[in-house]
């Protein structure tokens, strides 16, 4: 069982998920490097960081924020579909892919503080913005404490506090145990304790959040349906999408129908 949670933390709660697809769009997807193309690549000077960033499309700007340990790639299922529609901004969080930043400490309102940075060195005064899994996180801070910044938000598998009302006692004794081990490394283990720690973030204080927002998750996600819909009980403008026979990594099991059912929220 341990083997069997380890495998699902580090291929899917960090994004990391590889899956066969066929077709038009998913054979697009994997024919761009996405987060290693320079072609569509720059940094940007952030808080004291580079962070690393990838445009597509053209239009009103959409901001993609990925899971933990994961990167722009993560997104290769969802880019060449809506750069048909927007001004794609996919970026790396810091420590991640191949942004900057210190394994000393991480936290996830810092990378919110990242995303609006980035957003202002673009000049970019809103956004929509889809955030998955961490991304999630971010994606829900970031509409907390910068909400011009956020015109729709989109989250999947997000949780607001790390404990067993959110995740499986299983998967949280994993990532306690990557922290614990004194073989992984620094980044590891960095990464690993913002998930055991963080987030924290009281259910009242979504009420703060003004914009509307699409809350959706896997039937058979790693976060828990119950808390999944505290989330969306406790946002005021907030939509509800329980996908299902799905996981965590939605985006990547089911894409057709993850990025219509996003989609036709942004068009709203």
């Not at 699902?8 to 899956?19: D, E, N, P, S």
């Not at 722009?72 to 969802?78: C, E, G, H, K």
């Not at 922290?179 to 009281?202: A, F, G």
């Amino acid at each position: 069982m341990q083997e069997t949670w380890r495998k699902l933390v580090h291929a899917i709660r960090f994004g990391l998920l590889v899956l066969a697809f066929v077709g038009g769009q998913h054979a697009l997807g994997q024919q761009v490097d996405y987060g290693n193309n320079p072609q569509a690549g720059n940094y940007a000077e952030v808080n004291g960081i580079k962070l690393y960033y990838e445009e597509y499309g053209s239009g009103e700007p959409l901001l993609l924020l990925h899971g933990n340990g994961g990167s722009i790639d993560a997104f290769r299922f969802q880019i060449p579909f809506f750069e048909k529609h927007y001004h794609v901004i996919a970026v790396d969080s810091r420590l991640q892919g191949r942004s900057g930043g210190s394994a000393d400490s991480l936290s996830y309102r810092q990378m919110a503080d990242d995303f609006n940075g980035l957003l202002d060195y673009l000049g970019v005064d809103s956004a929509f913005v889809l955030g998955w899994s961490d991304g999630g996180i971010n994606g829900i801070l970031l509409a907390m404490n910068y909400p011009d910044k956020v015109k729709r938000l989109a989250v999947s598998g997000a949780n607001v506090v790390p404990d067993s009302t959110a995740l499986p006692v299983a998967v949280l004794r994993e990532m306690q145990a990557v922290v614990d081990n004194p073989s992984s490394s620094p980044r590891d283990v960095t990464l690993n304790r913002m998930m055991v720690e963080q987030p924290q973030i009281p259910f009242r204080e979504l009420k703060k959040i003004q914009c509307p927002v699409l809350v959706m998750a896997g039937d058979h996600d790693l976060i828990k349906t119950a808390h999944t819909v505290k989330i969306f009980e406790s946002i005021p403008k907030a939509s509800l999408c329980i996908f299902p026979d799905s996981h965590h990594g939605v985006c990547q099991q089911h894409p057709d129908l993850f990025n219509e059912t996003v989609l036709q929220f942004f068009q709203k």
